[in-house]
């Protein structure tokens, strides 16, 4: 994704790494900031349109609540469980993904940066086009650790980590890494550092 005048960071990382506390910290940096996963949850709940139609068509209405939404819980259960219906979702959310990041990143004002925290980025090349890449990191015990306070199993856990890059090889593929295994003040350090060197001089 390439637009003129606007820079686009793609920001990644494995489940449980602290995407989201670092996209957090880019915003109160004064950055504009989009997540793929809200992208991903709006298509979601919102009802009535073609992608719900292919989802009750391929999986039928057990899937679906009774306001037309979509159990993002049951799809999850069957997707992660089968490769071949993980990709099928992927295709029919990416390109309604695309189009509202391109929709959200086209109404910022001009010479702008912005952050776009997507967990697939370089799964599926959306690396493609951006300014940088950033991952976020974090050692296992604790990534998994966080995976539990969100209630996960280790099953669950496992069959989510096992559909994407590990945290060391998106580390190892990024332009630039944040590592999140200590306190907050250093992971907000890093960020400002990032912000003041990358973000205004890149």
């Known amino acids: 994704m390439e637009l003129p005048t606007l820079k686009i960071y793609g920001l990644t990382g494995a489940p449980g790494c602290g995407k989201s506390t670092v996209l957090k910290l880019f915003s109160d940096l004064g950055r504009y900031t989009l997540d793929a996963d809200s992208l991903c949850a ?25 306001d037309g939404t979509t159990k993002k819980q049951k799809i999850a259960e069957i997707v992660f469980s089968d490769p071949s219906e993980l990709s099928w979702l992927e295709g029919e959310l ?15 004002p001009k010479n702008s940066v912005a952050v776009f925290e997507i967990p697939l980025l370089f799964e599926r090349n959306w ?28 099953e669950e856990s496992a069959r989510r980590c096992a559909a ?23 992971l907000k350090q890093q960020c400002m550092i990032l912000n003041d060197n990358v973000f205004l001089c890149g």
């Not at 690396?127 to 966080?146: D, E, K, M, Y």
């Not at 890059?165 to 306190?183: M, Q, T």
């Open 94 to 108: 990416y390109p309604a993904m695309t189009e509202q990041a391109e929709h959200f990143f086209a109404k910022l």
């Open 164 to 186: 994407q890059f590990s945290a060391d090889k998106k580390l190892e593929l990024a332009d630039y890494g944040v590592i999140n295994d200590d306190s907050m003040e250093k």
């Open 127 to 154: 690396n493609i086009g951006l300014a940088g890449t950033i991952a976020v990191w974090s050692p296992p015990h604790i990534q998994l650790q966080r995976l539990k306070d969100r209630g996960w199993s280790d």
């Open 42 to 66: 709006s298509i979601h709940n919102t009802p009535g349109g073609i992608f719900h139609d292919k989802i009750r068509e391929r999986w039928g209405d057990s899937v679906l609540n009774e």
